[in-house]
DNA sequence: TACCGATGGTTCAAATAATAAACCACGCAA
DNA sequence: TTGCGTGGTTTATTATTTGAACCATCGGTA
């Protein structure tokens, strides 16, 4: 791992909860020696990346992001323009959608709107990375992605999170392939113990996949009728997301759409 | 110059008209080696920072820059909030309005809105930094921001871009003080010889500046009358733009725009 | 076919920059 | 005072970065 790595691996540790952090609670965070990080905070700050509260020394997110989310925004657009999209979708099912992104061997939330239309609803927090074996995002991604990475995650390491977890590259391959075949991944507990899922690829530019979309509901909701609509609803978006961010349907997978419907 | 800065330097190459950059291309841009560029570049895709297009090799901004920017927007909102009132100001005057925030020693766009009510218009580049000396956004932040950073850049080379732009300590400093006067910087042809403009501070929760809102005409269209309306309006929204980020006009600003109007 | 000039990417000894222990200064509470 | 927590700095030691030269591939051209 180079230092640049270990640099902006310190970004990670800002979420809503956390939005300024000072040099010794970084120390402890990241179990490194002090002066090292105090040079990379300086130096990410000098960038732009991070600014210092004046008073309490602490350090926040700099405005480099802000630009930087600018130019990608302007020219290759998801969250801006995805942002209405998901909130209507979100009203029409009545539950929480959420849109994420792969990175690296994670799945990084990008956007989410929960209509709040029910007494319980699934937490979901932006700034917290997800596991690609656990979710039904992250199996879409394995299973609409390059079959590259799905290979390189299920012979890794697969970390259990609940009793129902898959943590058998063959039990996950074989989901795989039933999700390729109907064109949306689906999972219940596999990550929270409540919650219950289903999610599908948003397709950029060339019919390369640029994201996820996904209905989370409770289990307690998980009836067999409202996950019938939950699909229903999902197919839909995905296209029409898929054609918001100029993207088009592969011709396999628009194939799989209209034969299951 | 540490690793670090060298590396995220290479951002900065990234432009609405540049999106995707090879590696020749960096190595160009940069003057660097091409096996530094290529571990800088393989690094920063890792963390989430850039992602290289399969097909082209080039390598684009990455998804980490949403996450980051979602976290910022979330805890303390510029961007998302002001983009509304941006563009209802920018109807109001008729002309281009944009948002910028310190970065450094220079000024980074954050926002703008061009109502093109007129033939000519300003054009105006987000992901270009523009230089604080020659700017009225530039030289609002040197009046009303930290003092040190005022002394920093005066004391610092200042460079020419036009036969009127001030290069002269001295001379920024009279103008700074009467811009601290009045609540409002104002230049013509200092940065272009075909744009006047007018700026004025945002100020934060504790009273600190976060950015500076800025009007910009064609000096064609830079008439007594119009300077005098574009003042006016400036005052307005920079109240409604501080109170919108959550932030209060110090004491002694609100004394000004107050005595002033 | 061979050749040329691009591109993206890799190797490895040499040079340089990163590292971590110990340190300082400050603020606060007992 | 002492003790403990901040944020920040210095130092020789050490590990990482560096860059010239290298390879592989692509597309155009003779």
Redesign the pocket.
Known sequence: M???T?ALDLLTFFSVQRPEI????F??LAA?????V?????ELAECGFLE?NSKS??YRLGPAILRLYGVREATSPLRSVLRDLVSEMADEIGELVHVSVLQGSQLSPVLHADPRQHGTQVAFDESVMLPLHATASGLAILSFGPQSLCERVLNGPLERFTAATLTEPDALRARIALFRARGIAWLEQGFDDEVASQAGPIFGPDGEMVGVVAIAVPTARASDEKCARMTEVLHKWIARMSQAVGGTLPASYQHKVTADD
Not at 32 to 36: C, G, H, M
Not at 38 to 42: D, E, G, I, V
């Open positions: 180079g230092t640049i270990k000072g040099l010794s609670e120390v402890r490194r020696d002090k002066a090292t105090h040079r990379y905070l300086t210092q020394r602490g």
